[in-house]
Each structure stands twice: as structure tokens, then as C-alpha cells.
């Protein structure tokens, strides 16, 4: 957008707001202003965005706004320069039960989606072999944070959060807070020895830095939640018709991205429409490449020890599952975290489940787009049910 | 001529080594990190880099909006810095109450103005002027407001005995004095708008340097990291020059 359109557009805005009354603008349903993260995480809410899903359903949606960190994406959200977001499961938790942010998750973004990343050449290839060393999270409220660290303990290690000056025993694993995109250059560089992350970084740093996958996440715990997509609770109460178009397009963006992968990283890619500005090749690797020759047996580190779960690397159901909330809010509260994490004991997980999470929508939205089948991993016979599998 | 001669083949002898400097410590860390991915920090790929660059148009597109951005913000903060210092030059009184509350706003980073950027403004757009005007006001509300306390005060009282009125002292007198000291507070300004830009645009735009900056890191695409680190540095240097050449010309002291 240059200045003139830019000027021009802020001047029809205005003219539009003083022209409205406000009946008719209460009547109006607000626009979808997709913010997101440059990782896979956001593609539903992009390609829905792409392929005029959002349209389809008769709605006015903006182009989606790039924000470089999860800590500005919240703060833009809260000030209301957008209305649909995705971020990691946890954050919402804190934002509802720490913060009192009236938010709501209306559906799970994707699954999986993330792995653990080693350097190639210092012989890590379990999670043992992270004693003394460096790990980056992406945020302490991650779904990240919590998998690593059961990685960690069941290995006999003790997670820490040291400053620089400390010492990391031979017994301890060192956990560092890195934006995604600092990463792999800290990698390459030796600050740190692995990083667990969303997607595309991990197959960045294969591509890139002959970096190693110690595990994918999703082959720990089986098509567990990463990213949700949460709307204010103000607009999911107040304007159910907007909510259910929101999350009726995102479902099927969700089933779209399941039968088109490569063509949704084509899309994705700074060759294709530029929302993601990695390459279609790094892209590709993250919707197309999760196969038991280059990660499972016979290979060190072995990153796919499930093979029967029929796991993928990045996976697409948006019911979210109670049962993945309740696990995860349980496991959080044994997660080691910088800060004040008290609300996790003061608040009931058994009301966290029901009052943190908007089921209606998305149930309806899951069966007016093909039902259960298309998605991954739903039981055609109890789609609304399933039992968290966690192996580490 | 020959005076302009011997600045520019100086000027040319610094590049150089700053080249040298470049391609040796660059050359000394890709050596001893043992890892290719720093080679494209080095000057023959940010050099390449810079040739794809100059002509891709989504650069030129960039090249705007990021001027844009720091033209706006600048005249914003030259609107208010420059009212607020004449204020402040000319009443003591006002000078004494708000010295201490703006130092200390002074000496906020610019970049923890950011969360109420976000939450104080409607636009991302406007959010990064306010960030630009957060940085870059303070030298120019200095400057200008030292400008008017250094006037000789014997020239005041000559042009009082003369009859001048407060109007025309400001303007026949006062304004003409500040007037460099005004200029080399903007050309500070300009310098720290220019560095607040990168940073600014993380924010959720979808173009400028800063934004193309952001994006050559989430890729890890170095060659490209250099090229526009240079033409940020070459841009930054011509906008400098300008301010420079307005320096010396309305600089009164030297004619």
C-alpha cells in the first residue's frame, strides 16, 4: 500500500464512520482482521484468506497483518486490531485466568506442527544427551515449553532456567526464552545446542544448518494442540453469526489445506502470495515430508518412533478436545516457568475446560464441512471425544 | 575544488577500509565458526545480493514507505519539538517545572513505548510515527530550546531600545540565532528516526526496509540482511548529507 491509497483509504474510513449511524453500524458485522506470526501455524486462517473463504461466507475481511512476536501479536489483539487470531494453546489460559482478558478459543488451529531441533554434528540424538546443555523455547507458556521438559525429566535430567554466569551440570538441561526467528542463527552459532519450535524453523535449520530433528512433537504426544484460534469473548457472545462464519471458513480452509498441501505451501510461500516469506522448498518440507526413511528407524536421532500413529507433521482437526485442554493445563502446572505461574493452583481445570473453550461453533462447523472423515484423526462414531496418547 | 577533491579521495580511502575491515572479521568468522551460513555476511555476497536488490521493485517500494514513515514522523516531531523548545528557551519558569519529568521521559527507550503504541493507536501505521516522534523529538526540543537561552542578551536589549515588539523580536532575532542550533538537532533526529525504523516495523505492516530486514532474518538469507543493511546505511548517509549542506548554509556564524 503506498501513501496516497494509504491516505486515501484512512480518509474513506473516516467518511464512513461519521456517516454510519450508529443503528446501522450495530447491524453490520465487523470485518475479519486476521493478525498472525510468520510460521505454519497461521496457514488456516491464511489460506482461508486466500481462497476467499472468509468472502464465501459473506464477510469483509481485511488482508492478514504480520506481526514478528507473540507478545506484540497479543497487545494488537487486545487493542482490537484484530478480532482473529492464533496463538499457542497456553497463552490464552494466562490471558483468561491471569490477566482476566475476556478471550475465547473457538477451534484448535492445527496439530503438531513443531519438533525438537538439534545441532547435526555434537552426537545429540536423546533426550539424555541434552545433560549440561542449551535449549530454546519459543515462550514459557508453550505447549513447547511442556513437551520439552517431560522430554527432559524422563531422561533423568533436571530442567533449569540459568543465567549466564551459572554453571549447567552434567545433569541439568538449560532452557533460554528465543523468538523464533533468532533460532537457528543461535544454533549456527553455538549459543545454544537445540530449539523447540514451531514449524517452518525446524525445516529451516534442516535445510539450512544441517541441523538434526531429535523428535517431532507430534510423535510424542499424538496430534496434540499447538496453535488455537481465539476471537474476543465480547464478539463470540454478542455476535454468534460472525463467530460461526469466522469458524466455519477456517474449518474449511483446515480441510482444504488437508487435500492440497503442496499447493497450500505453494500459496503460503514469497513465491507464491508472499504471507509466509520463506521459500516454496522450505515450505514443502513442512506439509509434505514426514516419512519413516529420512526420520524413523535407522536413523540417529530417531525423530518418528511412532510410525503406526500416522502422525504428520503438520496435521489439521479443529475440535478442540477437552481432554487435550485438561492435560495440558495439568501438565502446566508442573512446567517450569520464569515468572508469577499461581493463578495455575487457584483456578479449577475442571471449569477451565468447559469456560475457556467455545464448543457450538466449531461442532457445527466440523459437520456442515464434511463431517468428521475429512479431518485427522476424528472417530467417525464419537467425533467429540478421544483419549490423549503421550509417549515420550 | 581542490579542498572538495581531497575530502571526497579521504572519503573514498575510509570506504575502503571499512571494506577491509568488513570482508577480515567477516573472513575470521567464518573461518573459526566453522559454518558457511556466516560466508553470506560476507562483501561479494551482500555485494550480489545488492545487484538482485536494486532491481527488485518490491526495494523501491520500500525504500518509500520507510521514508515515508521517518518523513512523517520527523515532521511531527519538528512541529512539537521546535514549538515546545521556543516555550522552553524563552520562560524560565516553565523551563524549571518540566526539566526533571522530561529528562526522565527522555531516557525511556523508544522501543518500550511500543506495547502502548499498539494499544493507543488505531492504526499500526500511526503507531510507528508516534515511535519515530518518541525517538527523535528530544534532540530537536534541546537544541532549539538551548539555541534561544544562548542569544547574547545585549542583542535582546538593542533591539528593545529599538522599539521591537515581542513578535519581532522573535522573528528578527531570536528564531534567526536558533536557527543551526535547530538544523543540528533535526540532523540528530534524523539519525535516531532512521535507527528506530527497523524496529518500528516488526509491527504489523506489510512493507518497508525494517519489514524487509525482519524478513531476511526469519529466513536466514544473509547476503540479502547485508545488501539492505547497505542501502539503508547509503540512504541514511544522502538524507545526512542534506541536512548537512542545510547546516553550513544557514549557519550564520561562519559567513
Redo the contacts between chains.
Sequence with gaps: ???RD?IKR?LSAAAVGTLMSPYTRAKQSETVRV?YL?ITDAAPLLIAHANEFYKDEGLNAE?P?????W??LV??F??R??NVVHLLLPIPIWMRYKDKIPVKVVAWDHLNGSALTVKGDQGIHEFKDLGGKQVAVPYWYSMHNVILQMGIKKAGLKPVIKTHSEKIKKDEANLVLLPP??M??AL???QIDGYIVAEPFNA?GEL??KARILRFTGDMWKNHPCCVVVMHEKTVDSDPVFTQKVVNAVVRAQKWILQNPAKTAGILS?EGKGYL???KE?LDRVFLKYDTKTYGKGNLPQAIRHPEWNASRIGFQPYPYPTATRFIFDRLRETLVQGDNRFLKQVNPDFVVKDLVSYDYVKKAVLETGGPSVFTDMKIDSPWDREEVVEI | MRRWLYSFSSGFVGVIILLMVWWGTGWLLVNFSHNGQFRDFLPIPALKAMGRLVEDPVFWSSVKVSLARVGIGLMMAFIFGFSSGIVLGISRQIRRFTTLPMQFVRMISPLSWMPIAILFFPSFEYAIYFLILMASVWPIIHNTSQGIQDVEPSWIDMARIQGASKFQLLVKVLLPFTLPYMLTGLRLALGIAWIILVPAEYLGINSGLGYLINDARDTMEYDRLMALVISIGILGFCLDSIFRFLTQYFNWRKK
Design positions: 500500500m503506498n501513501r494509504f484512512s493478525g510468520p488482508p497483518g504480520l506481526i514478528r512476536s507478545s506484540a497487545e494488537s487486545l487493542a486490531k484484530f526467528p533468532e537457528p542463527p549456527a552459532s553455538g529451516l539450512k544448518l514469497k516469506p520463506m521459500s522450505t
